[in-house]
T-cell receptor, first 113, second 112 residues
């Protein structure tokens, strides 16, 4: 069974479109995250979310918004896609306890053309 | 944004040698440190974590932490070609969200 799963695995879309990436975890974790990995392989946190608070990295454009219908899901919505949004996006989850590892999904490669 | 720095490499070692990967971090208050391995086209997977100063060993892997020097390292003994990957150092955010801040990764190639 996949612990953290994302769909789709690949996403090719045109500039200006709105798209969503879905993420689900079956680990019973309380906190979920979205990370962006650019072409230089730098992995940078975008959001973290639990049932109490959403923490947004201030460098993330407001075209990006996380949506959590329930504790096991954290979807990423992106409006007005730009060429620079092309990257691999990873969903992750971890327990609420401090100092614990994050478990990553398989990633979604987004290409904006 | 917390700074986590690694040599990007590439680092090449012969099979059977010791690979040494290094990482420094800027936030002196950081408490937990992680090493992830990422194969090309795959997601990061945890190799080791360390919280206390000193060494922590797990099989062929040893993590070393020196909080005074703000330095963490990963040693891979008896390196195998299957160890060829990018190794990511990560530092935990001290907020309640457990955010991880990653270095840019070191590309390791083990030559048969």
């Amino acid at each position: 069974d996949t612990a953290v799963s994302q769909t789709p695995k690949y996403l090719v879309t045109q500039m200006g479109n709105d798209k969503s990436i879905k993420c689900e975890q079956n680990l019973g974790h309380d906190t979920m995250y979205w990370y962006k990995q650019d072409s230089k392989k730098f992995l940078k946190i975008m959001f973290s979310y639990n049932n109490k608070e959403l923490i947004i990295n201030e460098t993330v454009p407001n075209r990006f918004s996380p949506k959590s219908p329930d504790k096991a899901h954290l979807n990423l919505h992106i409006n007005s896609l730009e060429l620079g949004d092309s990257a691999v996006y990873f969903c992750a989850s971890s327990p609420l306890l401090a100092n614990t590892e994050a478990f990553f999904g398989q990633g979604t490669r987004l290409t904006v053309v | 944004q917390k700074e986590v720095e690694q040599n990007s490499g590439p680092l090449s070692v012969p099979e059977g040698a010791i690979a040494s990967l290094n990482c420094t971090y800027s936030d002196r208050g950081s408490q937990s440190f992680f090493w992830y391995r990422q194969y090309s086209g795959k997601s990061p997977e945890l190799i080791m974590f360390i919280y206390s100063n000193g060494d922590k060993e797990d099989g062929r892997f040893t993590a070393q932490l020196n909080k005074a020097s703000q330095y963490v390292s990963l040693l891979i003994r008896d390196s195998q070609p299957s160890d060829s990957a990018t190794y990511l150092c990560a530092v935990n955010d001290q907020t309640g969200a457990n955010n991880l801040f990653f270095g840019t990764g070191t590309r390791l190639t083990v030559i048969p």
